[in-house]
C-alpha cells in the first residue's frame, strides 16, 4: 500500500469524519475502513456517491490496525465494511467473528464461486510468479514454485519474509495441493537456496534480481506491472533483465490472491454495505478497482485496459477456494517456522 497514516493522524481522521457522520443522522452514509489507497479509488467512491446519494466516510488504514481496530470498537463499531488486500487476512477478520452474512444474489451472479465466501467477497485478483534474470537462471529450471527449493538453484533465491501474509498465502495452497510435509522439504530447501536473509519487499527482491545479487524470486503480478509502467529509466533496465514465469502450469495452477471486502458485524448501515459491495462488483466498478493497481477483476466479462498486465500473457489459475486457504494459514507459518523461513 502506498501512504501509511500514523496511528495518531488515524485517530484524528476518525473522529473528523465519523463526527460529521453522526451530526446529519438523515443523510444516507456509509463508513468504510480501507487498506487501500489508490488515486483511482477516489473516483470509484465519487460515482457510488453520485449514483446512490449515499456519501462515504472513509477511514484509511494499516490492514492489522484496521482489524484491530474494528475488534475493540465491537459493538459500538461505526464501520459498515472492511475492505482489505490478501486472502489470509480476510479470513482472520472473519474468524475473529468481524464479518456478517451477504446474501446477495447479484454478488452471487457476478462472482465465481471460487472468489467469495459467505461472508466476505473477492473484488480483484493478482497472480504470485516467479522472476528469474535472464542471464544467470535458465527459463526450463525455474517453472514451477516447487523448482525454487532445487539444490541447483543454490545461493540464488531473494524473498521477503516468510511470515508475510502474501508467502502465507501461497504456502496456505501449497499445503491443501501438496500435503504438509511436502512443503515443508519445499521450505527447508527454499531457505537453503537463500542469496541473503529476507528483507524488504516484492519490489525490492525484484530489483535485486535484476541487479544480479540473486537469481530468482517470488512476486505479485502487480509490482511488476507497476515497474513496467513506471517511466523511470533504471526500472525499464529492471524490466528488461528479467523473465517472469506463470508456475505450476502443469499441475494445480499458479496462485492467486486478492482484494477483498465484507459488510461487519455491527455495520450500523447495513443496507448501503450490500449496496456498496455490489456496486464493486459492476462493470464500472470493477475495472476502475482492478485497474487502480494492475489488478484483475473478478467479474469474468469485465476487461482492464491494461497493457502491461497483457503484456504478460494468460494463465491457469488455481481453482482452490480464495476461502478455503484460511484452513491452512496458520498450518504455513508453524511450516515456514520450523524450515527457518524467517
Ligand atoms: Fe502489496
Request: hydrophobic letters at 40%; charged letters at 20%.
Amino acid at each position: 500500500m502506498l501512504i501509511r497514516p500514523a496511528p495518531a493522524r488515524l485517530a484524528l481522521l476518525v473522529a473528523l469524519t465519523l463526527g460529521a457522520t453522526f451530526a446529519h443522522a438523515q443523510e444516507k452514509v456509509l463508513n468504510l475502513y480501507s487498506a487501500r489507497h489508490y488515486q483511482t479509488d477516489e473516483a470509484l467512491y465519487a460515482n457510488f456517491t453520485k449514483a446512490t446519494g449515499i456519501r462515504i466516510n472513509r477511514l484509511d488504514g494499516k490492514e492489522d490496525e484496521l482489524v484491530e481496530r474494528i475488534r475493540n470498537e465491537g459493538a459500538n463499531s461505526p464501520a459498515d465494511v472492511l475492505l482489505t488486500v490478501d486472502a489470509a487476512r480476510l479470513e482472520v477478520a472473519d474468524s475473529l467473528g468481524l464479518f456478517q452474512q451477504v446474501q446477495s444474489r447479484v454478488l452471487e451472479e457476478r462472482i465465481p464461486a471460487t472468489l467469495r465466501t459467505r461472508t466476505w467477497f473477492a473484488f480483484s485478483t493478482r497472480a504470485r510468479v516467479i522472476v528469474y534474470n535472464k542471464t544467470a537462471v535458465q527459463r526450463e529450471a525455474v517453472q514451477n514454485y516447487a523448482d525454487l527449493s532445487a539444490p541447483a538453484l543454490k545461493g540464488q533465491v531473494c524473498v521477503r519474509s516468510g511470515s508475510h501474509p502474501y508467502n502465507l498465502s501461497l504456502g496456505a495452497a501449497m499445503i491443501a495441493h501438496d500435503g504438509e510435509p511436502k512443503t515443508e522439504a519445499w521450505a527447508r530447501g527454499l531457505v537453503a537456496n537463500f542469496a541473503r536473509a529476507p528483507k524488504g519487499g516484492d519490489t525490492d527482491q525484484i530489483k535485486a534480481v535484476a541487479a544480479g545479487e540473486c537469481g530468482v524470486t517470488i512476486s505479485n503480478t502487480y509490482y511488476l506491472a507497476r515497474l513496467m509502467r513506471s517511466a523511470k529509466p533504471e526500472d525499464q533496465k529492471v524490466m528488461n533483465a528479467v523473465g517472469v514465469v506463470w508456475p505450476n502450469q502443469s499441475t494445480w495452477g499458479t496462485h492467486i490472491n486478492v482484494s477483498g471486502a465484507g459488510v461487519l458485524k455491527h455495520a450500523p448501515n447495513r443496507e448501503a454495505a450490500v449496496k456498496f459491495l455490489e456496486y464493486l462488483a459492476s462493470d464500472e466498478a470493477q475495472a476502475y478497482f482492478a485497474n487502480g493497481n494492475n489488478e484483475w477483476p473478478v467479474v469474468p466479462s469485465v476487461k482492464v485496459p491494461n497493457k502491461e498486465l497483457a503484456s504478460l500473457g494468460t494463465f491457469k489459475p488455481d481453482q482452490l477456494p480464495i476461502g478455503d486457504l484460511a484452513k491452512t494459514t496458520v498450518q504455513a507459518q508453524k511450516v515456514f517456522d520450523r524450515a527457518g523461513w524467517k
